[in-house]
Structure formats: structure tokens, C-alpha cells
């Protein structure tokens, strides 16, 4: 008996032209790259262009994706992008980015997890083709950071960076065994309780405000390898699948000493792991894409590869997705 799986067909990614380095941060506010460099791994991140938006970000990103996946727009009926960022208030800015690829069957809608955003879209449109509902996704994460940074808070400033990221998933028919292709099993928790160690300071029915990042970035750090590496177990235990067994951990890109102390407790060696947080920063739901679309152009990610996503962000939210490339 066969099961339903979703493959990834192709992922592609868009940043913004402007480059912003650790020295050009520290020519304007007190901060050094060593600093940044030594407690983060960042060296430099993209800035959207005034009226660059994140619809624009994540529109380039998912016709890049189709583009990479060899299919076409009118083939995609469903499309979940996962942003913290949209352009407006409402309606949902994966409707602008349907618009733009000229599309207008099917379904499209935002999902709002903050970093770990990508996961739990992933896990949610994997729910929507494993069902029949759907056929073929447009998975994308999307983000304009930089419109909610407070400028002058070096805790925060420093750290994050806009992009956008998309893959292209289809239901298709395989085995059902740990050796198939696709998403081979999704772990999602939220828990309210730590609101307050990681939110912004405004919104439509609070404030009536954008409002700023704030964050308590030590409270934060102190909770999250033991957040995503509970996930990944989750994900082993449903599987038999075992850290052994990865070819590639594509973390959330928030700092690399989190990603390198939960590869370590993972025993995930140093050299499976891809690593971009030094080139974008944390870009929040579009971290995981934009890494994995970099591994895949330079040929490091090959069809056949075992694959494992993990994430951890405001609310908190943490989860994986464990696939097969
Ligand atoms: O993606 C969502 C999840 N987010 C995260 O995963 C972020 C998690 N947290 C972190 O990555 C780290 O906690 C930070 C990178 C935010 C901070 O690193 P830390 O090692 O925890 O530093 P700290 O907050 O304890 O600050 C150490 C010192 C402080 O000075 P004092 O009080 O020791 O004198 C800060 O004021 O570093 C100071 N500091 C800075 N110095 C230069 C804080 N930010 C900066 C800065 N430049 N940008």
C-alpha cells in the first residue's frame, strides 16, 4: 500500500540588493563587528529598499522556486506564506503574491509563527496535500525585518536581516517506508508562557501601532537548544531515524553558537550542518529557505538526501520537519 507524501520539487530565494556589514552598523551605533561576530556569527546582512515590501521579496522568491522546480504558476493551487512581516494589516500578503503570479484558483493565506515560521507552514501545507485537498504548494517565508527593528537598541538591531525563500511541494504517491522521498514527519509546539521574552511592542488592537522587536535575547538563548533538540527527538522517535542517519540539519539562522551547541548535543557533526546566518543574519520565517536554496544551487543538497529543519522563535513556537530531498 502506497501513502502520500510531499515532495519538494524546487526551493528558490531573493534578497535584497543592499548589503549592511557589522562596520556600518558600528559607524552608527555603539556596537563593534567583533562583538557581533563573537556572540552571533553575523557579518553582514540584506536591507529592503524603501517601498521594497515583503510581497515583493516573497514573490521574486516563489518565482525563483517555480522556476527551479520547472513548473507552472497555474499549477499551484494552494500557497501558505509565513511571515510575521506583511504588508498590510490585512488582507493576507500571500493573496498579493498569488496576484502577482497570476494566479486565481486555489487558496492562499499567511501563517504567523515568527522564526519559526517556515516549519510550521511546511508542516501545515504537508497536512493539506496528505489529505487530497491539494496537489501542489507554494511554500514561502518572507520577511522585512527591518521595518520593526528599534534602531537605536543595539541588542536587537545587529541581528536580523530581510529575505524570502520558497519550495515547491506536490502530493505523489510513494511507499511508505523511511526510504521514501518527501516530508516524512512534522513537529510543531507553541507555549504563551514566554510572550514576554521575545515580542513587538505594538499592534493593530493593542497599540494601533507597528510597534519594535523587543527582546530579552539571554532568556531566549537559554531556552532554545533545549527547545529544538526536544523537537528533533520527537522527530527520531516517530521515525527510527537517528542523528546518524542525517545528511544535512538546516537550521533557523539566529546565532550560530545555538546552532553549533544543538548540533553538538545532537552529535550532528560540524560539517552537515548549513550554516548562513553570516551572510544574512536572522531573517526570521525566511531563514530556513534562503539556507536551504544555498545549498542546494551549490550542489551540496542531492536528491536522496535526508534532510532535517528546526526552528525556534517568539511566542514561543519551536518545531521540525524531517524530509527526504
Ligand atoms: O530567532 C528568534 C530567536 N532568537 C534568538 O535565538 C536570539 C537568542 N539570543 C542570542 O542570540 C544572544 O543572547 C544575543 C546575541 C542576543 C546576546 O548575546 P549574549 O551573549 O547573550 O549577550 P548579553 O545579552 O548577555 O550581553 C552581553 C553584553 C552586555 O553588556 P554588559 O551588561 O555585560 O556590560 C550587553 O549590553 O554585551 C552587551 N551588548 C552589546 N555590545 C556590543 C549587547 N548587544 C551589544 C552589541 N554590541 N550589539
Known amino acids: 500500500m502506497t501513502v502520500t507524501r510531499s515532495i519538494v520539487l524546487g526551493c528558490g530565494s531573493y534578497l535584497p540588493e543592499r548589503i549592511v556589514t557589522n562596520a556600518e552598523l558600528a559607524s ?13 556569527g553575523i557579518r553582514q546582512r540584506h536591507i529592503a529598499a524603501e517601498g521594497e515590501n515583503t510581497s515583493h521579496l516573497g ?4 518565482q525563483a522556486a517555480l522556476a527551479n522546480a520547472g513548473v507552472d504558476a497555474q499549477s499551484i493551487d494552494l500557497i501558505i506564506l509565513a511571515t510575521s512581516t506583511p504588508d498590510n494589516t490585512f488582507p ?3 493573496v498579493d503574491i498569488q496576484r502577482g503570479l497570476g494566479i486565481n484558483h486555489g487558496v492562499a493565506f499567511d501563517l504567523q509563527a515568527v522564526c519559526s515560521g517556515f516549519v510550521f507552514a511546511m508542516a501545515t501545507a504537508d497536512n493539506f496535500l496528505r489529505s487530497g485537498s491539494h496537489k ?15 534602531w537605536e537598541d543595539r541588542t536587537t538591531c545587529v541581528l536580523f536581516g530581510d529575505g524570502a525563500g520558497a519550495v515547491v511541494l506536490e502530493a505523489q504517491q510513494q511507499p511508505g517506508a523511511t526510504s521514501d522521498r ?18 513587538v511592542d505594538g499592534g493593530v488592537s493593542s497599540t494601533q501601532t507597528v510597534g519594535h522587536l523587543r527582546m530579552e535575547g539571554k532568556e531566549v538563548f537559554k531556552h532554545a537548544v533545549g527547545m529544538i533538540t526536544d523537537v528533533i527527538y520527537d522527530a527520531f522517535k516517530a521515525t527510527g531515524i537517528t542523528a546518524d542517519d ?26 552537515k550542518v548549513v550554516l548562513t546566518v553570516d551572510k544574512h543574519g536572522n531573517t526570521s520565517a525566511a531563514s530556513i529557505p534562503l539556507a536551504l536554496c544555498d545549498a542546494v544551487a551549490d550542489g551540496r543538497i542531492k536528491k ?9 522563535g517568539g511566542g514561543f513556537t519551536w518545531g521540525s520537519v524531517l524530509l527526504r530531498w
Not at 538546516?250 to 548535543?265: E, F, L
Not at 536522496?304 to 525556534?312: K, P, Q, S, T, Y
Open 59 to 62: 514573490l521574486k522568491a516563489a
Open 182 to 199: 518527501g516530508i516524512l514527519t512534522s513537529h510543531l509546539r507553541s507555549d504563551g508562557r514566554h510572550k514576554a521574552k521575545l515580542y
Open 136 to 150: 501542489r504548494a507554494l511554500v514561502i517565508g518572507a520577511e522585512t525585518f527591518s521595518r520593526i527593528l528599534d
Open 304 to 312: 536522496g538526501n535526508l534532510i532535517l529543519f528546526e526552528a525556534m
Open 28 to 40: 552608527r551605533i555603539d556596537t563593534s563587528d567583533e562583538w557581533i561576530v563573537q556572540r552571533t
Open 92 to 94: 493576507a500578503t500571500s
Open 246 to 271: 542525517i545528511d544535512w540539519l538546516v537550521p533557523h539562522q539566529a546565532n550560530k553558537r545555538i546552532i553549533d551547541a544543538s548540533a553538538q548535543k545532537l552529535r550532528i557533526a560540524p560539517q
